[in-house]
């Protein structure tokens, strides 16, 4: 069983920028795809980011590529959604999952968070 606590969302101009962390109660942390998705009022939730593995590859959806950046502590237990430029757009609840399997869909996740607002104001 893993556990993800989500924590730094909340409200920015557009332009501004926002630092998601989740941090995950389970040894072993390192061997899981840690991945963002969000979902939008109305709208179904999205792959946003992902980390394969301690030091191996970042993905990111076109709408964030460039502005968004994952990335993890193994240390700590602990992967960061570093969002910078932000739109109105952007505003979603963010949620971090784990998964051992892919790392492009929803149902790849094993593991979720409660998620975190994220509001951006034009």
């Known amino acids: 069983q893993v556990t993800l606590i989500e924590s730094g969302g909340g409200l920015v101009q557009a332009g501004g920028s926002l630092r998601l962390s989740c941090v995950a109660t389970?040894?072993?942390?390192?061997?899981?795809?840690m991945g963002w998705f969000r979902q939008a009022p109305g709208k179904e939730r999205e792959f946003v980011a992902a980390?394969?593995?301690?030091?191996?590859?970042?993905y990111y959806a076109n709408s964030v590529k460039g502005r968004f950046t994952i990335s993890r502590g193994n240390a700590t237990n602990t992967v960061v959604l570093q969002m910078n430029s932000l739109k109105a757009e952007d505003t979603a609840v963010y949620y971090c999952?784990?998964?051992?399997?892919?790392?492009?869909?929803?149902?790849?996740?094993?593991?979720w968070g409660q998620g975190t607002q994220v509001t951006v104001l034009s």
């Open positions: 980390d394969i593995w301690s030091g191996g590859s970042t």
């Open positions: 999952a784990a998964s051992r399997r892919g790392y492009a869909y929803g149902r790849d996740y094993d593991y």
């Open positions: 389970r040894r072993a942390f390192s061997t899981y795809v």
